[in-house]
């Protein structure tokens, strides 16, 4: 099916670990998101990424770094991952910022003990 | 203060209410507005666009209010497949140019 694929669904960290998230839209989308959620706290978005070749910080960017490889592909890197990290995280694209539009995937649980 | 402030509920009802929910929006930049419905540890999907004008789709009928900065939304008849997170989103015009979510309004639909 068409849609944004997000791996790994589920992933255990130790505290200093890195990781990257990976992130890829088959939808032919210009704009890609990444944002987390925590209980109570609702979407924050993380970094996003209006076109091909641009990244922006987001509200929570602080421990983070993305990379937009190509116009399907945007991933997420935890350099030196924290229990505060310890989350589930959400990519998604859509057309245009415009806010139409927006796909997600089935998001990534990341634990960090 | 947020951003988009929603009352987190749960908002316990019978099988065949009907049930509102608002929300607040605290910046008069916002440009879109939507509701998303957020099943159990799923992901968030579009549930409907929010107009001035107000618009309906089968059941649920959304209303924005930009003099006093609020969305709502309706839900007649309610079924058990209801029961959800729902949230309130908006985007700006102008500045970053994603999606802002409210932390969601619980609904569970009693039988």
């Known amino acids: 099916n068409a849609g944004v694929t997000q791996t790994p669904k589920f992933q255990v960290l130790k505290t200093g670990q890195s990781m990257t998230l990976q992130c890829a839209q088959d939808m032919n989308h210009n704009s890609m998101y990444w944002y987390r959620q925590d209980p109570g706290m609702g979407l924050r978005l993380i970094y996003y990424s209006a076109s091909e070749g641009t990244t922006d910080k987001g509200e929570v960017p602080n421990g983070y770094n993305v990379s937009r490889l190509n116009k399907r592909e945007f991933s997420l890197r935890l350099e030196s991952a924290a229990p505060s990290q310890t989350s589930v995280y959400f990519c998604?694209?859509?057309?245009?910022?415009?806010?139409?539009?927006?796909?997600f995937g089935s998001g990534t649980r990341l634990t960090v003990v | 203060r947020k951003e988009v402030e929603q009352d987190p509920g749960p908002f316990n009802v019978p099988e065949g209410a009907t049930v509102a929910f608002n929300c607040t929006y605290s910046n008069s930049a916002s440009q879109s507005f939507f509701w998303y419905r957020q099943d159990c540890r799923k992901e968030p999907k579009l549930l409907m666009s929010?107009?001035?004008s107000g618009n309906e789709d089968g059941r649920f009928t959304a209303q924005l209010n930009r003099a006093s900065q609020y969305i709502s939304l309706l839900i007649r008849d309610s079924k058990l497949s209801d029961s959800a997170t729902y949230l309130c989103v908006v985007n700006k015009r102008t500045g970053r140019r994603a999606l802002t979510f409210g932390s969601g309004t619980r609904l569970q639909v009693q039988p």
């Open positions: 929010v107009y001035s």
């Open positions: 998604a694209s859509s057309e245009s910022s415009t806010g139409y539009g927006y796909t």
